[in-house]
C-alpha cells in the first residue's frame, strides 16, 4: 500500500502515451475486476489513465502547488472551475491570452465543470429559471446570468479538453417532487447544451445524471442521456451531504445505468474510502478539493488514517510523515519541520502537505489501477481497509 515513486509512475506510460497524437477523444476499457474498470481516454493532449483523481485547480491554479509539481504527483488531468473564471480573470481575457492551458501553464489535458454546483450553492444570491440562472458575484456583487448556451461558449473560451453540460445540481434532501423537477430541467439543459456544443474534434462534452437517491429517476434521467449522446457521463447530485452510505447506495445501481464503453465520473469525491468505494461500484474519474484544502489545515493522508501536523505530539519528532512515501515531503523533511512551519504559519507548510496529500492520491489510483490489471481490485479494497484499521499512525 505504499505510495508509487515518481520513477516507477513514470516506467508505467506506455510509448503510445505521447501528446498531441490523436484529434478525437476516445475511451478504452482495458480490464476490469469486478465492477472496477481500468482503462485510457486519449485526447489530443495526451492520455488520462483511469481510474482518475483530478486535483482542483479552481481559479486556474491548484493551490499552494506549481503546475509542474502537480505533474510530478502523477497527475494527468486537471479540473478547472467555469464559475470562478467567468467571474475573475473572465473568459474572454483568458482567450485573448491563449486559453487556458497557456494561462496556467499546464499543456496535458483540463476538464471544466459547467458551474452548475457553484450557482446552487450560491442560495439566495441566485435566480432560477427555464432560461438558466441569474446570480450576483460573490466577489463584488455584480449581476450574471449562466445560460446552458453561455456555459458552453465560457468553456470553448477556456479551451477545455471536457466539457461538462450545464444541469442544475439537485440539493438534498431532495422530496420525490423537487428531485424530479430538478432532474427534468437539468436534462433539458443538457440537450442545450449538447446542441450549442456542437461538433469540436479533440474535445469531449460529458452530460451529467441527476435523480437525487431515487432510482426511477436516475433510470429516467440516464436514458435521457444516452439518447441526446455524449462523450462520457458523470453521477451528479452527490457528496451534497447524503453521507456516504446514502452515496455508495446510488453508485450500486446508478454507474450501470451510464454506457460501458463511455467514462464515468463521479462529482466532487472524495476522501480515500470515499474513491474506493466508488470505482469497485464502476466509477472512472473523481475530483476533490480535499489533498489541497487539507494540506492547508495541516492535515497529511497515509494508508493508515490522517496525520494532523498541529498535534503537540509532532514538535519532536524526526520521523517524516510516512516511512513508506518517496514525495518530497517524506523524503526530505520531518514531522517536526513541518509541525514547525505550520505554527509558524509558513507557506512552505500548505506547500510541502498539499505536494504529500496529492502524492498520496496520485498514489493510491496507481495502485487501483495495477490491482484491477491483475484482477485483484477484492484483494487491495481489503488490505486498504485493514491498514486504516491497523491504528493511528501518529502514535505509531
Given at each position: 500500500?505504499?505510495?508509487?515513486?515518481?520513477?516507477?509512475?513514470?516506467?508505467?506510460?506506455?510509448?503510445?502515451?505521447?501528446?498531441?497524437?490523436?484529434?478525437?477523444?476516445?475511451?478504452?476499457?482495458?480490464?476490469q475486476?469486478?465492477?472496477?474498470?481500468?482503462?485510457?481516454?486519449?485526447?489530443?493532449?495526451g492520455?488520462?489513465?483511469?481510474?482518475?483523481?483530478?486535483?482542483?485547480?479552481?481559479?486556474?491554479?491548484?493551490?499552494?502547488m506549481?503546475?509542474?509539481?502537480?505533474?510530478?504527483t502523477?497527475?494527468?488531468?486537471?479540473?478547472?472551475?467555469?464559475?470562478?473564471?467567468?467571474?475573475?480573470?473572465?473568459?474572454?481575457?483568458?482567450?485573448?491570452?491563449?486559453?487556458?492551458?497557456q494561462?496556467?501553464?499546464?499543456?496535458?489535458?483540463?476538464?471544466?465543470?459547467?458551474?452548475?454546483?457553484?450557482?446552487?450553492?450560491?442560495?439566495?444570491?441566485?435566480?432560477?429559471?427555464e432560461?438558466?440562472?441569474?446570480?450576483?458575484?460573490?466577489?463584488?456583487?455584480?449581476?450574471?446570468?449562466?445560460?446552458?448556451?453561455r456555459?458552453?461558449?465560457?468553456?470553448?473560451?477556456?479551451?477545455?479538453?471536457i466539457?461538462?453540460?450545464?444541469?442544475?445540481?439537485?440539493?438534498?434532501?431532495?422530496?420525490?417532487?423537487?428531485?424530479?423537477?430538478?432532474?427534468?430541467?437539468?436534462?433539458?439543459?443538457?440537450?442545450?447544451?449538447?446542441?450549442s456544443?456542437?461538433?469540436?474534434?479533440?474535445?469531449?462534452?460529458?452530460?451529467?445524471?441527476?435523480?437525487?437517491?431515487?432510482?426511477?429517476?436516475?433510470?429516467?434521467?440516464?436514458?435521457?442521456?444516452?439518447?441526446?449522446?455524449?462523450?462520457?457521463?458523470a453521477?451528479?447530485?452527490?457528496?451534497?451531504?447524503?453521507?456516504?452510505?446514502?452515496?455508495?447506495?446510488?453508485?450500486?445501481?446508478?454507474?450501470?445505468?451510464?454506457?460501458?464503453?463511455?467514462?464515468?465520473?463521479l462529482?466532487?469525491?472524495?476522501?480515500?474510502?470515499?474513491?474506493?468505494?466508488?470505482?469497485?461500484?464502476?466509477?472512472?474519474?473523481?475530483?476533490?478539493?480535499?489533498?489541497?484544502?487539507?494540506?492547508?489545515?495541516?492535515?497529511?493522508?497515509?494508508?493508515?488514517?490522517?496525520?494532523?501536523?498541529?498535534?503537540?505530539?509532532?514538535?519532536?519528532?524526526?520521523?517524516?510523515?510516512?516511512?513508506?512515501?518517496?514525495?518530497?515531503?517524506?523524503?526530505?523533511?520531518?514531522?517536526?519541520?513541518?509541525?514547525?512551519?505550520?505554527?509558524?504559519?509558513?507557506?512552505?507548510?500548505?506547500?510541502?502537505?498539499?505536494?504529500?496529500?496529492?502524492?498520496?492520491?496520485?498514489?493510491?489510483?496507481?495502485?487501483?489501477?495495477?490491482?484491477?490489471?491483475?484482477?485483484?481490485?477484492?484483494?487491495?479494497?481489503?488490505?486498504?481497509?485493514?491498514?486504516?484499521?491497523?491504528?493511528?499512525?501518529?502514535?505509531?
Amino acid at each position: 500500500m505504499a505510495c508509487m515513486s515518481f520513477a516507477s509512475w513514470l516506467s508505467t506510460i506506455s510509448a503510445s502515451e505521447a501528446v498531441f497524437m490523436t484529434d478525437r477523444v476516445s475511451f478504452n476499457v482495458h480490464a476490469q475486476s469486478g465492477k472496477a474498470r481500468c482503462g485510457v481516454i486519449k485526447t489530443p493532449r495526451g492520455d488520462i489513465r483511469t481510474p482518475a483523481f483530478m486535483p482542483v485547480g479552481t481559479a486556474a491554479t491548484v493551490k499552494a502547488m506549481m503546475p509542474e509539481s502537480v505533474r510530478e504527483t502523477g497527475a494527468d488531468i486537471l479540473l478547472g472551475n467555469t464559475y470562478h473564471l467567468m467571474l475573475r480573470p473572465g473568459a474572454e481575457r483568458i482567450a485573448r491570452l491563449g486559453g487556458l492551458h497557456q494561462f496556467m501553464n499546464w499543456s496535458r489535458p483540463i476538464l471544466t465543470d459547467s458551474g452548475g454546483f457553484q450557482v446552487m450553492s450560491l442560495a439566495d444570491l441566485r435566480k432560477m429559471s427555464e432560461r438558466g440562472v441569474t446570480f450576483k458575484s460573490h466577489i463584488d456583487g455584480s449581476r450574471h446570468e449562466l445560460t446552458p448556451e453561455r456555459s458552453m461558449e465560457i468553456q470553448k473560451l477556456l479551451g477545455s479538453d471536457i466539457v461538462m453540460a450545464f444541469d442544475e445540481c439537485t440539493s438534498f434532501p431532495a422530496t420525490q417532487e423537487e428531485a424530479r423537477k430538478s432532474m427534468e430541467l437539468s436534462m433539458r439543459w443538457a440537450e442545450r447544451s449538447k446542441a450549442s456544443f456542437g461538433d469540436r474534434p479533440g474535445h469531449a462534452l460529458f452530460g451529467i445524471q441527476q435523480g437525487s437517491v431515487y432510482p426511477d429517476q436516475r433510470a429516467e434521467s440516464a436514458n435521457a442521456l444516452v439518447d441526446i449522446g455524449f462523450d462520457g457521463y458523470a453521477v451528479g447530485g452527490l457528496a451534497v451531504g447524503e453521507g456516504q452510505k446514502a452515496m455508495l447506495d446510488v453508485l450500486e445501481y446508478a454507474p450501470d445505468m451510464l454506457p460501458f464503453d463511455k467514462p464515468r465520473y463521479l462529482m466532487g469525491v472524495g476522501k480515500p474510502d470515499d474513491i474506493v468505494g466508488a470505482v469497485k461500484r464502476g466509477i472512472d474519474m473523481m475530483d476533490c478539493v480535499l489533498p489541497s484544502r487539507s494540506g492547508r489545515t495541516g492535515q497529511a493522508f497515509t494508508d493508515r488514517g490522517v496525520i494532523n501536523i498541529k498535534n503537540a505530539r509532532h514538535q519532536d519528532d524526526p520521523r517524516p510523515l510516512d516511512e513508506d512515501c518517496t514525495c518530497p515531503s517524506c523524503r526530505n523533511y520531518s514531522r517536526a519541520y513541518l509541525h514547525h512551519v505550520f505554527k509558524a504559519k509558513e507557506m512552505l507548510s500548505s506547500m510541502l502537505l498539499t505536494w504529500h496529500n496529492l502524492h498520496y492520491f496520485q498514489a493510491l489510483m496507481g495502485n487501483m489501477r495495477s490491482a484491477i490489471l491483475e484482477d485483484k481490485f477484492d484483494v487491495f479494497e481489503t488490505n486498504f481497509h485493514n491498514y486504516r484499521a491497523a491504528g493511528d499512525i501518529e502514535n505509531i
